[in-house]
């Protein structure tokens, strides 16, 4: 006897289609091999058998994006938490990709910070020597160091930056 597949009726072994359901059944040879291959259903836990479902995560308000992003204006603590938040460290997916979108915000704002102080140094600056016949110098050190007379001193915790131009 061969069992159907569909409706789990037993049929003749000569039969190519199910007396049952009318759906076809596998060759004799090609029953053995598939039955063989298909791994035995497991029992259903009791109970609900649909498929667990997450709880529907509800979109950030206007006040929770923008808690976040004064959250991200504080210097460590806020890229500390726009790296947290998008690599997955929250199960909200809105935080999670306004995180990912703040951090790639921070990239561009820094790789462009960098583009502008690399021309300034290159283009401006010796184009302003050039023009007025300025030697601009930085000293660095401490205020004793920098103070000849020559220069305005700038203190800045505990050490000067001082600003020497000459005509």
Not at 39 to 67: E, H
Request: charged content about 20%; aromatic content about 12%.
């Amino acid at each position: 006897m061969i069992k159907c597949g569909k409706c789990g009726g037993r049929n003749p072994d000569d039969s190519r289609f199910c007396i049952f359901c009318g759906s076809e059944l596998p060759v004799a040879g090609e029953y053995s091999e598939t039955r063989a291959a298909c791994p035995t259903p497991q029992s259903a836990p009791r109970g609900d058998s649909r498929p667990q479902q997450s709880p529907a995560v509800k979109p950030l308000s206007m006040w929770a994006y923008f808690g976040c992003l004064l959250l991200f204006c504080i210097p460590l603590v806020g890229f500390g938490f726009v790296i947290v938040w998008s690599c997955g460290g929250t199960r909200n997916p809105h935080l999670r990709a306004f995180a990912r979108g703040a951090l790639l915000f921070i990239i561009f704002v820094c790789l462009l910070t960098a583009l502008a102080w690399d021309m300034t140094m290159k283009y401006v600056v010796p184009e302003i020597e050039r023009h007025f016949d300025y030697d601009v110098q930085w000293y660095y050190g401490t205020a004793d160091a920098a103070d000849e007379g020559k220069t305005d001193i700038i203190f800045k915790g505990g050490k000067s930056c001082a600003v020497h131009i000459q005509a």
